[in-house]
């Protein structure tokens, strides 16, 4: 049975002191959490403070990208080998806000997923068209290429240590949201790329996010979709209440 993941991308908000709070107010609400892998990503500057207050927990650390060189001259950037060593557990690449502004590609988060595996943490490739793409038809052609791009030279063992987010770029930070059948319709045709690559098997034990305006509101709704494995979750998860009402479905739909 695929693990249901809900990962709080608290993006640019929060300053390191109101991370800390923040990050002790989920570890809190999250203590009776045990079917659902929850995880929250601060700012870099708030990563080594928010580690010692999840420590011992159950909530997970993420880290909201990463450089895929192992040092060097590349300012403003951070190592995978930097994250390692304060404890993150997964780390979100590829997020549609990187690949429209900051010139991510492809290639360039293959090269990542590759430098984070080799550590022992868990990408959460994100994927997803924007509204010009769906309205054109090329839905299944953009995701096939970012899947294929993502997943090039991994074998179906390194497969199995990824997460993926499906994230329609129309409905980041809308508050529009896919309705549950387009959203299903979407993680079940990305979940039938892996298994033209991988085989059925593989494919059906690699956790597929729903990344787009997820919110308590409607989050039983898309978890129970057949294909959607949890939440990559912005906004709602910038309060720890609102981002238990998406955990606390999830846990619900594990039992």
Known sequence: MRKIVIAGNWKMNKTVAESVKLAGEVVAAAKDIKAVTVAIAPTYLALAKVAEVVAGSNVKLAAQDVHWENQGAFTGKVSADMLKEIGVDFVIIGHSEQRTYFGETDATVNKKVRKVQSLGMTPIICIGETLDERKSGQLESVLTRQVNGAYDGLSADDALRTVIAYEPVWAIGTGVTAS?????????????????????SVAQSISIQYGGSMKPENAAGLLAQKDIDGGLIGGAALKADSFLGIVTPGETLSK
């Open 180 to 200: 549950d059948d387009e959203a299903q319709e979407a993680h079940a045709f990305v979940r039938g790329l892996l298994a033209a690559r991988y085989g059925d």
